[in-house]
């Protein structure tokens, strides 16, 4: 029988992994007496050790560049570095965190899909397919702008589905998301933890997403795998996401697994997905299979996870068309997060797509990038000072903290809740008739939670 360990790629995966399991983890050799920086390592997902010291001296850094900051950043191997340390403008891509968030909802159809169908089972089929594919947007290298407290994303414009996130901490860093349509609602609680290693980060997704189909109130639980980034400061950037997903099915106790590969020698492996959907009995149902910067496919099996007679694969998810030699590897779709096509009419002042410094790089302005970056840092800095002085809690505008603390794979979580504040707010300014067009040039980037933040 197939069981939980589809990692080991189980009845009809266990001839294709077992090909590869001799080949282990990607090629790697250690920069040291290469370029003179002690215990580095540059790992290259498409070559040999070989071409290490070529490998290392590529990438977006400059020599000079490259030497200061990890002459700043080695002090911090070991540490969870997300709120210690400030990076450069030019390794970000200009969009915000929160609006990485919203790239979720790309192929919401999928969601529809799964709340129309009778089958339990292929409903896991394509709500686990719809959590695979921002995958392929996470494989982008360059680093989105990390939220400023307060700050907001709303989109609307893309299947019926309306969008609302919000930065609710900044020590530690969390951001709470709420999507919702016809067919399904969409909450999420998010607190990344990372570990430096030099040069590379491991990235562990402490949170909760939940998603909740409404015609039949079924409720799944998402666990995605962690990822890593190699080549931080010497090579080429390029990111993995070996491990589990499990979705689970709450209400029924079904669920699936979704083993990513690990990228193996020259490659091997890399973007590969494959598992299983099992009963509450863990007996597997469908397999499925695919690439997840490609495609999703299924196909019925049997008790052994063996493809059952007469069945044959059958896609369920397949990436769309993006534009060619686009510098930020944009799909149309995240094109559109950064555009006011997916805008509300009234646009809250908080909102990613008006921080000055995203705007700036959007437009190609790495100077003017760079210097409000530090604007925007150096206020948020003020905040809390005087929010200590005045002895004030931060409190969010679009969710509630609750008592519940769920446990994660990587530490316990405090759930954020949606407090439903902003469906009543958006109906009211959608029925305003003083909506004027946005210009993100004119229209300041406002977050804060003190007016006179900016003189202090």
Excluded at 5 to 31: D, E, R
Excluded at 176 to 186: K, W
């Amino acid at each position: 029988m197939a069981s939980d360990g589809s990692k080991q790629g189980g009845g009809f995966f266990a001839s294709i992994a077992a090909g590869w399991s001799t080949f282990g983890s990607a090629m790697s050799k250690s920069v040291n007496g290469l370029l003179g920086y002690e215990g580095l390592e540059v790992v290259n997902p498409e070559g040999s050790t070989e071409d290490a010291e070529d490998e290392a001296r590529r990438g977006r850094w400059k020599q000079e560049e490259r030497d200061n900051y990890w002459k700043m950043m080695q002090k911090y191997i070991g540490a969870d570095v997300q709120s210690l340390v400030t990076l450069p403008v030019f390794i970000s891509e200009p969009n915000s965190v929160l609006q990485r968030m919203a790239e979720l909802m790309e192929y919401s159809h999928l969601l529809d899909l799964a709340d129309e169908c009778e089958d339990p089972y292929m409903r896991l089929v394509y709500a686990s397919s719809w959590a695979l594919s921002i995958y392929f947007a996470y494989r982008r290298a360059w680093k989105p702008f990390n939220p400023v407290l307060g700050e907001t994303f709303e989109m609307v414009n893309h299947g019926g589905v309306t969008f609302i996130a919000e930065q609710v901490s900044h020590h530690p860093p969390m951001s709470a998301g709420h999507a919702e349509n016809e067919h399904f609602i969409y909450d999420v609680t998010s607190k990344l933890r990372t570990k430096f290693l030099g040069n590379s980060i491991d990235v562990y997704p402490v949170g909760r997403t939940r998603v909740t189909l409404k015609r039949d109130g079924v409720v799944l639980d998402l666990v995605p795998p962690p990822t890593k980034v190699h080549n931080l400061i010497f090579g080429r950037t390029w990111i993995d996401s070996p491990g589990d997903m499990v979705m689970t099915n709450l209400t029924t106790g079904d669920k699936v697994v979704l083993y990513f590969q690990p990228c193996g020698w020259f490659g091997a492996g890399r973007y590969e997905v494959d598992g299983y959907v099992y009963d509450a009995a863990e007996q597997p149902k469908i397999l499925m299979t695919g690439k997840w910067n490609e495609s999703m496919s299924y196909q019925p099996c049997d008790s052994e996870g063996e493809p059952l007679p007469g069945t044959e694969l059958k896609e369920v998810w397949r990436v769309a068309d993006a534009p060619e030699d686009d510098k930020y590897q944009y799909t149309y779709f995240t094109h559109k997060l950064n555009s006011f096509d997916t805008a509300p009419k009234k646009l809250l002042p908080s909102d990613s797509r008006l921080r000055p410094d995203r705007y700036a790089l959007e437009k190609g302005d790495l100077s003017k990038a760079g210097s409000e970056k530090s604007r925007l840092e150096e206020r948020q800095r003020t905040e809390k000072r005087i929010r200590e002085a005045k002895d004030d809690m931060f409190t969010p505008k679009w969710f509630d903290l609750s008592d519940e603390v769920t446990p994660t794979p990587w530490g316990d979580l405090e759930v954020y809740r949606y407090n439903g504040k902003y469906s009543e707010l958006r109906a009211t300014l959608d029925n305003s008739e003083s909506l004027g067009e946005i210009n993100p040039e004119t229209t300041k980037f406002n977050p804060w939670q003190y007016e006179d933040s900016a003189a202090e």
